[in-house]
């Protein structure tokens, strides 16, 4: 297993806003609402207003299912609130008029893994078992494999939720190396993937979350904006 690849409960951008983010957002916190609007400012209105930023919206995956073919998604260039609230309105429309929702042809996880067990095979010289293809838990075992795994669970808890409130992991992706910060409070479930705070390379931020969450997600940020720079 390639630990570089991927860590989680590794510690990120907001270790040096809090003393402890596993308890910064908490419901028994006195300072949680205060903690989120800052949280949302450092990783969220500012990476909006000084570089590219994407928003990524999932569905497909319902009733327990994690078949990779089924997780759908579309990205959205995201460069002000109102991007987010055109997008929200359209998957709104699309659900209210029984319509698919909104994808993208490409798979976020099919094509990866196809080329993942492709690598291994020629490299090993040996066929991947079904079991391996089959099994998430054993895809880390292969090169390049724990970073897929670990973006495959931040999809399946932003999915069908997580008992943690915040969760912190640092995970190399297509992008280049990036911070994935999960939350799962009681205004909604979302997860932001950003660059490490001292990392050279330009990484776009994103902003994660299951077509579900789009309404509360909007209102928790547009609640917070007394806090954000004017857009």
Same mark, same amino acid.
């Given at each position: 297993?390639?630990? &570089?690849?991927?860590?989680?409960?590794?510690?990120?951008?907001?270790?040096?806003?809090?003393?402890?983010?596993?308890?910064?957002?908490? =419901?028994? #916190?006195?300072?949680?609402?205060?903690?989120? $609007?800052?949280?949302?400012?450092?990783? &969220?209105?500012?990476?909006?207003?000084?570089?590219?930023? #994407? @928003?990524?919206?999932?569905?497909?995956?319902?009733?327990?299912?994690?078949?990779?073919? %089924?997780?759908?998604?579309?990205?959205?260039?995201?460069?002000?609130?109102?991007?987010?609230? $055109?997008?929200? =309105?359209?998957?709104?429309?699309?659900?209210?008029?029984?319509?698919?929702?909104?994808?993208?042809? #490409?798979?976020?996880?099919?094509?990866?893994?196809? *080329?993942? &067990?492709?690598?291994? %095979?020629?490299?090993?010289?040996?066929?991947?078992?079904?079991? #391996?293809? =089959?099994?998430?838990? $054993?895809?880390?075992?292969?090169?390049?494999?724990?970073?897929?795994?670990?973006? &495959?669970?931040?999809?399946?808890?932003?999915?069908?939720?997580?008992?943690? =409130?915040?969760?912190?992991?640092?995970?190399?992706?297509?992008?280049?190396?990036?911070? @994935?910060?999960?939350?799962?409070?009681?205004?909604?479930?979302?997860?932001?993937?950003?660059?490490?705070?001292?990392?050279? *390379?330009?990484?776009?931020?994103?902003?994660?979350?299951?077509?579900?969450?789009?309404?509360?997600?909007?209102?928790?940020?547009?609640?917070?904006?007394?806090?954000?720079?004017?857009?």
């Amino acid at each position: 297993m390639q630990h &570089f690849e991927a860590k989680e409960h590794t510690p990120g951008r907001l270790h040096t806003l809090f003393a402890d983010p596993y308890r910064a957002f908490d =419901n028994d #916190t006195d300072e949680r609402q205060l903690h989120i $609007r800052v949280m949302l400012h450092i990783l &969220f209105a500012q990476p909006l207003q000084q570089s590219p930023m #994407t @928003l990524r919206v999932i569905h497909g995956w319902e009733n327990g299912s994690f078949e990779p073919s %089924e997780l759908k998604h579309i990205d959205y260039p995201l460069t002000s609130l109102e991007d987010l609230h $055109r997008v929200t =309105n359209e998957f709104s429309q699309a659900s209210q008029q029984r319509q698919p929702l909104p994808a993208e042809d #490409t798979s976020l996880l099919t094509a990866p893994l196809a *080329k993942l &067990f492709a690598q291994a %095979e020629e490299a090993e010289g040996r066929i991947i078992t079904e079991a #391996t293809r =089959n099994i998430p838990a $054993r895809w880390p075992a292969l090169p390049g494999g724990l970073a897929i795994y670990t973006l &495959f669970k931040m999809y399946h808890r932003l999915v069908y939720g997580e008992d943690d =409130n915040y969760r912190c992991s640092q995970c190399e992706t297509p992008e280049g190396l990036q911070e @994935l910060h999960e939350f799962h409070i009681e205004e909604g479930e979302f997860a932001l993937l950003t660059p490490p705070a001292h990392y050279k *390379k330009i990484v776009p931020t994103m902003l994660i979350l299951h077509a579900g969450q789009l309404g509360p997600i909007e209102q928790l940020i547009r609640e917070s904006l007394p806090l954000f720079p004017d857009r």
